[in-house]
């Protein structure tokens, strides 16, 4: 009798580490959410996975990502928003302009959101202030009207005989009103003739040809967009192919040929977002995080594209380039 005692007590307690280890709780899921595509975006996702590192968790050590692409197609964020919540995920991490975390915030007032704004968080709704955004939602807002004011004056040292300006937006987008007025309001200020145009879908381009070729105008702004960003080369060949002076907001337009790009740098932005989704992973909550706004901005100037456009750079622009493409 003592025999079988003993080895009974011997089982539980060879059992004992397997139980224990069945309790151990499970590997924390970040969903990322993106309104573009996952094309060209690498730098941008290894930002993200930086800002995650410094804050102790590594991608397949102690973490998973579930990664949701709209393709530019916004009117798919809702569901594949509805989809992460369905998989219990930990934090949401909404990129890829306003209609990101938009759809998140729609989705779930719950699970916590870090998200990047190209336009004022308050004035949407998701954030009560920046300083205490309460409720689930923080993030990076971009400050998208100072940037837009310090693009056209750059366009306007480059071209200074400009008159008419146009201004290409992307409808679908929530913050396409604000963007387009702001843009519009920083034209007047300067005393230029600003033209809105809109690109929603791949087709729209062949219009907005159409329209550059009526309108002539002295030069372009295009909007920061993640559409426009996913179809970086067809824009670039439009501008290079009217010979247009063109600012973008992006390095990636500059380097297929684009003439200039000014504003955040959103590698440096897309780590603080995920330094702010590790904090949330180790127990802060989001309504105690304050929304940051970029600390670093990027000018890039393609001086090809410049001569090929006749357009001489002003030594003082050149000196605060931080990247200059031969």
Do not use: C
């Not at 955004?133 to 366009?155: C, D, F, H, R, Y």
């Not at 387009?180 to 087709?203: F, I, K």
């Not at 740098?265 to 802060?284: E, F, H, N, P, W």
């Not at 990027?298 to 002003?314: Q, S, W, Y």
């Amino acid at each position: 009798m003592r025999r079988r005692k003993f080895i009974t007590l011997m089982g539980a307690a060879a059992a004992w580490p397997l139980a224990t280890s069945a309790q151990q709780p499970a590997m924390p899921v970040i969903g990322f959410l993106n309104s573009g595509s996952a094309v060209g975006r690498e730098q941008l996702l290894a930002a993200f996975r930086q800002g995650l590192t410094e804050t102790g968790y590594v991608d397949g050590r102690n973490l998973a990502i579930e990664y949701r692409w709209a393709e530019g197609r916004y009117e798919r964020l809702p569901e594949l928003t509805a989809d992460l919540v369905r998989r219990r995920v930990a934090v949401i991490a909404a990129t890829g302009g306003s209609v990101a975390p938009l759809a998140a915030k729609g989705a779930t007032t719950t699970i916590p959101i870090v998200s990047v704004f190209d336009g004022d968080p308050v004035a949407f709704g998701l954030v009560a202030s920046i300083n205490q955004p309460g409720g689930n939602l923080t993030g990076i807002s971009l400050v998208a009207s100072i940037i837009e004011a310090k693009q056209l004056e750059l366009l306007h040292e480059l071209a200074p005989k400009t008159r008419v300006i146009a201004i290409l937006v992307n409808a679908s987008n929530s913050n396409a009103k604000t963007i387009a007025g702001d843009l519009q309001a920083a034209a007047h200020t300067r005393g230029l003739e600003p033209h809105v145009l809109n690109a929603s879908r791949e087709g729209d381009f062949d219009a907005v040809s159409a329209t550059l070729d009526r309108l002539r105008p002295d030069a372009l702004v295009v909007a920061t967009d993640p559409f426009f960003l996913d179809h970086r080369d067809r824009l670039v060949a439009l501008t290079v192919g009217h010979a247009i002076p063109t600012v973008f907001g992006r390095r990636e337009f500059v380097v297929l040929g684009g003439l200039i790009s000014y504003g955040a740098s959103l590698a440096d932005t897309y780590r603080q977002i995920g330094v702010y989704a590790g904090r949330i992973l180790k127990g802060a909550k989001p309504a105690d995080l304050p929304v940051m706004q970029p600390t670093k901005f990027d000018l890039v100037i393609n001086l090809k594209t410049a001569r090929t456009l006749g357009l001489d750079v002003p030594p003082t622009v050149l000196a605060i380039a931080d990247e200059v493409i031969e």
